[in-house]
Structure formats: structure tokens, C-alpha cells
């Protein structure tokens, strides 16, 4: 059992709202390696992109104007241990709600609506998701997407690799046909790699959830507040447009929130 810093209580028994409110910090569970959505930027060594903000904007809405957003790096294999053993308070890294991760931690309200989709050399003859069978599908471990695929093409072959990065490098040396993974991690891909493009339409609905750890009913509450307010007071939108208003072949207007 790990227990806290102060040596008294075992992290699960813990107050999340109660240290947050304290040290006027949350620390938040980070990709790094997902254009448009968290990467770490080399020049500066800051973690950058549509998630970072939305957690410092839902920080400051929960503790004020003074607080501050901690980030750790996660992937989607460590993002859920992590919370689970105290490293970070709250996971805001492209993780779908799913029945199956909710019997492990508790989630927000959705903050993103993606969908999966394909990732494919331009000169490819995949059209669409049914044309993977066969053909061998690139995923990232800990990810539901190969899952997802498999349903529509059950004969394609799965290569799985522990980050994105990794995924994009192996399609690009030709070690698979297609990546796969929600369409707006694609598009950061496909902005940043001249001559790979998405392909087909999206063929899921991929509902992003802020993961916290079970028993903290309060902080949940608290971040699903803070949420809801960045909606309505315009700041979600401006987000949307800031990182995803000029990407090729994503219309970003469907993922605006109204009131």
C-alpha cells in the first residue's frame, strides 16, 4: 500500500479536493508525445497543446486564478497506475470512457468527443476501415483502438507499440498498412507528416473522460464544475479553434460546445 508523504494515511483514504484546495495545485497525468493534444516542445521543455490548457483552465476555475497546474508525463499503458498509486491527481491524456476503465477509476464528464479512424500513406489503397483485413494495423498497448478495429476487419494483423511515436515510425518504415487511433491524435500526425492522411470516416464514438481515482466523489464534482463553466464562458471554444481550427481535413466545428 503506498502511503503519503505525511506517513499517516494511505493515498485511497485521502481528500484530493481537500490537498488540492491546500497547496493550490493539481497535478494532471499528461501525453507527450500527441501534437495538437500534449507534446512537450523542444525548444522550451514545456508541455504543450489542447489538454494542457484545458487542465490549467479547469485548475484555476476550481482553486483560483493563483493556482497551479503540475504536469506528469504519461502513456496509456502507465496513465492508470499512476493515479492509482498517487503520482498524479487526475488523468487528462485521450482517455475514452469506457464500461471497463470505470470499474477501475471514476471519470469526468466527457470534455472531448473524437472517433476513431486510420492513418494511411497517401498513395495507399485502403479506403476505409473494412479494407484492413488481411493487412497489418499498427496500435499503441493500453489503448482500446486495435479492439475497436477488429470489429470491422477481424483477419488484420496487429503490431502494438508502447507510444505513439513509435507507432508513427513503424508505419513510416513500412511495418504496417494503417495506424489507428482517435482522429484528432491522427490529425496532429498527418499536420506534422507531409503525404500520410486520415482515411474513411470516423468508426467510433471515442467520448474523453478526466480519469480520477474512485472514493474522490467531491474532486470529481469539483472538476465536472469547472468543466462545465470553461464551457460556457467561451474558453472551451477558443481552445478548440486555437489548436485544431486549421487542421487539413478536420472540422473542428463539430467538436464546438454551446450552451
Known sequence: MVLSGCGSKPLSDQNV??????????TWGVKADTRLIG???????????????????????????????????????SRIPLLKNGNIDAIIATMTITPERQKTIDFSDSYFDAGQSILVKENSPIKKVEDLNDKTIIGVVGSNSVENVKKFAPKARVLQLPDYAQALTALKSGQGDALTTDNVILAGMAVNNPGYVLRGKAFTTEPYGIGVNKGQKDFREAINKALSEVEKDGTYNKLIMKWFGNVPGFNYKEVLRHD
Do not use: C, P, R, Y
Not at 479536493?17 to 493539481?26: D, P
Not at 490548457?53 to 483560483?64: E, H, Q, S, V
Open 39 to 77: 507534446l512537450i516542445d523542444v525548444k522550451d521543455g514545456k508541455e504543450k497543446g489542447f489538454e494542457i490548457d484545458l487542465a490549467k483552465a479547469i485548475t484555476k476555475k476550481m482553486l483560483g486564478k493563483d493556482a497551479k497546474a503540475k504536469f506528469v508525463t504519461v502513456t496509456s499503458q
Open 17 to 26: 479536493l481537500t490537498n488540492a484546495k491546500e497547496s493550490k495545485t493539481i
